[in-house]
């Protein structure tokens, strides 16, 4: 391999250096340069805000749901929660019995007063009805989003 003389890419970038000095571009050239350059960010972000606004993150997200069983309702009595998320089931009932998660076979026993806890992951999306077990009454629905 041979050696180059030191002094031809020196000059090359000498003969370069000026026409590219600040003081010898054309103000146009530099507001329009600017203008692109912060069009092109803006365009940037915008774009990573929306990508970011449709995914959740990479881990499971914790939903904690709060409800109440009175009367025979439950309330809310629409429970949403997304795909692979993990669900805290905090029910307070007004009497002892035991509520079922259809499709889910969850089953949760309820005691006057006292909210009583279920954790489980949301592994199937759909729709899937809450009942209370001796009777079967729907009183509530957990929907499970992709």
Known sequence: MTEREPGIRDRRVDRML???HPGRLHRR??????????GLFLVFVA????????????????QTLVV?????????????????????LSITGDRSQTLLIKGYERRVTLIPGVAVAASFVAE?????????????????QLEVAQ
């Open 18 to 20: 000026p026409g590219l």
């Open 29 to 38: 050239r530099g507001l329009v340069g600017l203008g692109l350059m912060a």
């Open 47 to 62: 774009l990573g805000l929306y990508v970011a606004s449709l995914h959740r993150g990479t881990a499971p997200t914790v």
């Open 68 to 88: 109440t069983l009175s009367g025979g309702k439950l309330v809310p009595d629409h429970l949403r929660v997304h795909e692979g998320d993990q669900v805290v």
């Open 124 to 140: 199937k999306a759909g729709t899937f009805d809450i009942v209370i077990a001796d009777s079967g009454q729907r009183v509530g």
